[in-house]
């Protein structure tokens, strides 16, 4: 499966770093930290790359800001609880949309179910993820200028689309 994501800030590896003594419980801690804008299923590289390119013309940079530690007490995929940091973007948001509507969405976790996030860890208490989720943070802000395809299957940016596209 390929992702295109929005690369993060180290600020935002940093955050997490801060936040392991909180995360330790849990079964699956993150050690990259992505923010998905769309996935793409049984895709083919070449060819996603170039419906992207043309997609994405004209796509301008937009803010992003990581406001907050939440949590998925029931994710539509995988074991929960899911730990994430909440991303607040109205362009990322505007993104997803025209991408899905040219790519359709991955029903329970695309199009009106979105929620942009970056992942913390997941498997654990819901109690676990309360204390987290309880933790205070200073907001961190960034602009997207740039949108990364990835392969999950070798775990790497297999391309890079700067923007404005």
């Not at 025209?98 to 979105?114: K, M, P, R, S």
Request: proline share 8%.
């Amino acid at each position: 499966m390929y992702s295109l994501n929005v690369p993060v800030p180290g600020r935002v590896a940093r955050l997490a770093s801060d936040l392991f003594p909180y995360l330790a419980p849990f079964d699956r801690v993150r050690d990259r930290h992505t923010l998905v804008c769309k996935r793409f299923e049984d895709a083919d590289l070449d060819r996603l790359r170039e419906q992207l390119r043309r997609a994405l013309a004209g796509q301008p940079a937009f803010e992003a800001r990581v406001t907050d530690v939440r949590f998925f007490e029931e994710p539509p995929r995988g074991a929960a609880p899911v730990v994430y940091l909440a991303v607040d973007s109205p362009g990322l948001l505007d993104l997803h949309r025209t991408l899905t509507d040219d790519f359709g969405a991955i029903e329970g976790i695309e199009g009106d179910d979105y929620v942009p996030h970056v992942t913390l860890a997941r498997g654990g208490s819901v109690a676990d993820a309360r204390a987290v989720a309880s933790q205070p943070l200073d907001p961190i802000e960034w602009t997207v200028s740039q949108l990364d395809i990835y392969d999950s299957s070798f775990r790497e940016t297999t391309a890079s689309i700067s923007l404005p596209a």
